[in-house]
């Protein structure tokens, strides 16, 4: 992992979605020790505290169909863009607790304009690939890779370079809707489903990734909790079964630690309320550990 400094934003948002819970996901993760464990891997570790969220939840709603709060998200996704930006400026490394996913509108868009090309790993059991002319629920949390290629209509646009399809790949793919899978046959992305980590396994899929990725200068690893199985993850809003083991998301993270050129991690969709004794904060936090460089020997 390049760069020795550490910056954390928390982003306590839930209105991308519909289930209360999620905006309470930065505190489950400090308070499971995420910076403790970073430091005593030996790095700095700046806690930024969280973004100012009330500007989006006290937004009057767009008159945008079918985009729920999307003026709120939007004014969230600004300042999580901001954010980033001071970050890159910084040259620290940024973790930003989420919050539902709709936060990466902002954090990605803030990292496609650090110098170099970017690579973006989306690790999701969701693509996230809806509009709002294709959403079946109209949660903005559903449209974000849609919005961050440009493809969903103001306010749902943040920064001004819209992200490549070649520059992100999607893994632990397992739940879509219809014309999201439609689109997203069409839209030139790569789709590792879980059906491909069964068939292949993490390391080929990785040597796959590396290879689509090796002339990235930097990559960005948005990490959605309901990517692992709810039997080891039930704290999530969206859980679906069938998704990663605990093993097969710690190799994911100790070869991206391995390949050193992570330099932002989102983590999000952890929901307190319907976790078991934190447990789900608790594996986002080793799995964070395992990035930024814990081995087991």
Request: hydrophobic share 45%.
């Amino acid at each position: 992992m390049t760069g020795a400094q550490i910056r954390i934003h928390g982003l306590p948002m839930d209105i991308g979605q519909n289930r209360r819970g999620v905006d309470m996901g930065p505190s489950a993760i400090r308070y499971a020790g995420l910076a403790e464990r970073l430091r005593a891997l030996g790095y700095a570790v700046d806690d930024a505290g969280n973004i100012d969220t009330t500007a989006g939840t006290q937004t009057a709603d767009a008159h945008l169909a079918n985009a729920h709060h999307a003026a709120g998200v939007a004014a969230i996704a600004a300042a999580a863009y901001a954010a980033m930006q001071a970050t890159i400026a910084a040259d620290a490394v940024a973790i930003f607790l989420g919050g539902d996913h709709s936060c990466a509108m902002g954090t990605v868009a803030g990292s496609l304009t650090r110098p170099g090309r970017t690579g973006v790993l989306w690790v999701d059991a969701h693509a996230d690939f809806n509009t709002p002319s294709t959403s079946p629920s109209g949660n903005v949390h559903g449209m974000v890779v849609a919005s961050l290629m440009g493809m969903c209509p103001v306010p749902l646009r943040i920064g001004t370079t819209p992200l490549a399809a070649s520059d992100i790949i999607m893994l632990a793919i397992r739940d879509l809707d219809r014309d999201e899978r439609l689109a997203l046959r069409a839209s030139g992305i790569t789709v590792y489903t879980m059906r491909d980590i069964d068939e292949q396994g993490i390391p080929a899929l990785h040597k796959a990734i590396q290879a689509q990725f090796a002339d990235c200068t930097s990559l960005h690893v948005s990490f959605d909790m309901d990517s692992l199985d709810p039997t080891i993850a039930p704290g999530v809003g969206t859980p679906v079964s069938g998704g990663l083991s605990i093993r097969e998301a710690h190799l994911i993270m100790e070869l991206l630690c391995d390949d050193g050129r992570v330099r932002a991690l989102d983590l999000v969709e952890v929901n307190p309320i319907l976790d078991q004794y934190n447990r789900t904060a608790e594996l986002a936090v080793d799995l964070t550990a395992s990035l930024f460089g814990q081995r087991i020997i």
